[in-house]
Each structure stands twice: as C-alpha cells, then as structure tokens.
C-alpha cells in the first residue's frame, strides 16, 4: 500500500485515499470488494454457492463482523475486543479528543502489537 501511494506521489495521509490524498470511504471500495468475493465463491467452497454476495457483503459490514466472529470463536473475550476498537473512538471523536478509560489514554499502541496480534491472527 506504501508503494502504491507512493507512486502516487503521496508521501503522508491516509492509505485509503484518491490520489490527490482525500481520505476514500469504505462505499468507495464496495465494488471491487464484491467483486473479489465472486471470485472467492467461483472458485472455492469459502463461500457457498447459494449465498448472494450483493446482499450479504458490504465494506460497511463484512470485515468488521468477520473479526468479531473470528475473535469470539478464538475465545477472545469483550475487553480485549474493545481494546482492538481503540480506532472507532477515535474516529467517533471527529477530531475532537477521544474519551479512554485512564489505563486506556496512556496504553502506548506500538506496546500493544502483541495484543494487536491475537487478535488479528485469531482462528
């Protein structure tokens, strides 16, 4: 994704964004999204047959219940999936500073990696 904006010539800003470095929407990659899910249920058994991609799949919905259904089948528990959901406050905050828990505010993210790990690497 580095090498791609880069190309662009965008240096800083969002990964997720047009070329001239405005932040894209989820919608905006919805298409394509879908598009790959066809070819997932074309070509595997991942996704059955029956199962209609357009109504089922959305950017807005499909990766987000993905991990939560990944991470409470791994035995995941609560807190820490909303440890992982630091970003959506953030972004709720819509600039302004977002509300943590104390313990939350001063956890440093780079320190989290391992936590960031079990989650994402959840089976």
């Given at each position: 994704m580095i090498?791609?904006?880069?190309s662009e010539g965008r240096y800083t800003g969002p990964v997720f964004a047009?070329?001239?470095?405005?932040?894209?929407?989820?919608s905006d990659y919805d298409a394509v999204f879908r598009k790959y899910l066809l070819r997932v249920?074309?070509?595997?058994?991942?996704i059955d047959?029956?199962?209609n991609v357009d109504v089922y799949f959305s950017t807005n919905r499909t990766p987000r219940k993905s991990a939560h259904t990944r991470a409470k089948r791994a035995?995941?528990?609560?807190?820490?999936?909303?440890?992982?959901?630091r970003w959506n406050k953030v972004e709720a905050a819509k600039g302004k500073r977002p509300r943590f828990h104390m313990r939350d505010h001063y956890a440093e993210a780079c320190l989290l990696m391992p936590v960031t790990w079990l989650y994402s690497y959840a089976l």
């Open positions: 090498a791609v904006a880069e047009s070329k001239r470095g405005i932040l894209d929407s989820s249920q074309e070509s595997t058994d991942f047959k029956d199962v035995g995941i528990g609560k807190e820490l999936q909303e440890d992982m959901s």
